[in-house]
């Protein structure tokens, strides 16, 4: 299942408010997960489930979608939210990554 | 407090092999799947292979671009993950990292992760 991603990068501001869109080649239901990733960092889960928020997570991050579009959307940006942003199915293997969102200040 | 910690990256030439590890804590090590996934530098993520618990019977999904190279394995006695990598290329360059899986679940935490560099 091949997963599209974009944008590939996108410059905002704090406060700002950020979609970012992952579309999946086949239908997923809503197997799909957020991960947040900051340099010289592992990946952090943020959403699971398509609109399912991680225990810890701050509630400005939020999910929504099913079947073959998702979209990850951060209310007002915060400094410590600047980093990369990955999507991932985990419907069918091989399990499959979108190419990843940096945000940029 | 759920810990993963790779270890056995380093420089390896294309053809060779290397064995990597991952030391688990902090939960019931036998109650998961474990996954292996990389990060070529500057790169995005790519899963790499799972391994299912003792109740699915051990059983194994690779991606592609590894399958009849690499070989998970575990050892739930000492709540442990492995990677064999045979035959290694150029391209199996990455950041390689340990993970913590479900049936139906994604990834939920990941270890620091160990750089293997396949090089001549």
């Known amino acids: 299942i091949r997963i599209t991603q974009s944008p590939s990068s996108f410059s905002a501001s704090t406060e700002d408010r950020v979609t970012i869109t992952c579309r999946a080649s086949?239908?997923?239901?809503?197997?799909l997960a957020w991960f947040q990733q900051k340099p010289g960092e592992a990946p952090k889960l943020l959403i699971y489930?398509?609109?399912t928020l991680q225990s810890g997570v701050p509630s400005r991050f939020s999910g929504s979608g099913s079947g073959t579009d998702f979209t990850l959307t951060i209310s007002r940006l915060q400094s410590e939210d600047f980093a990369t942003y990955y999507c991932?199915?985990?419907?069918?293997?091989?399990?499959?990554f979108g190419q990843g969102t940096r945000l940029e200040i | 407090e759920v810990q993963l910690v790779e270890s056995g990256g380093g420089l390896v030439q294309p053809g060779g092999s290397l064995r990597l590890s991952c030391a688990a804590s902090?939960?019931?090590?036998?109650?998961?799947?474990m996954d292996w996934v990389r990060q070529a530098p500057g790169k995005g993520l790519e899963w790499v292979g799972r391994?299912?618990?003792?109740?699915?019977?051990?059983?194994?999904e690779y991606a592609a671009s590894v399958k009849g190279r690499f070989t998970v394995s575990r050892d739930d006695s000492e709540t442990s993950l492995y990677l064999q990598m045979n035959s290694l290329k150029t391209e199996d360059t990455a950041v390689y990292y340990c993970?913590?899986?479900?049936?139906?679940?994604?990834?939920?935490?990941w270890g620091l992760g160990t750089l293997v560099t396949v090089s001549s």
């Open positions: 489930a398509a609109s």
């Open positions: 991932q199915q985990y419907y069918d293997y091989p399990i499959t």
């Open positions: 902090g939960f019931s090590f036998s109650d998961f799947y």
């Open positions: 993970a913590r899986s479900e049936s139906y679940y994604p990834i939920d935490y």
């Open positions: 391994i299912r618990k003792k109740a699915n019977s051990y059983t194994t």
């Open positions: 086949q239908g997923i239901s809503s197997y």
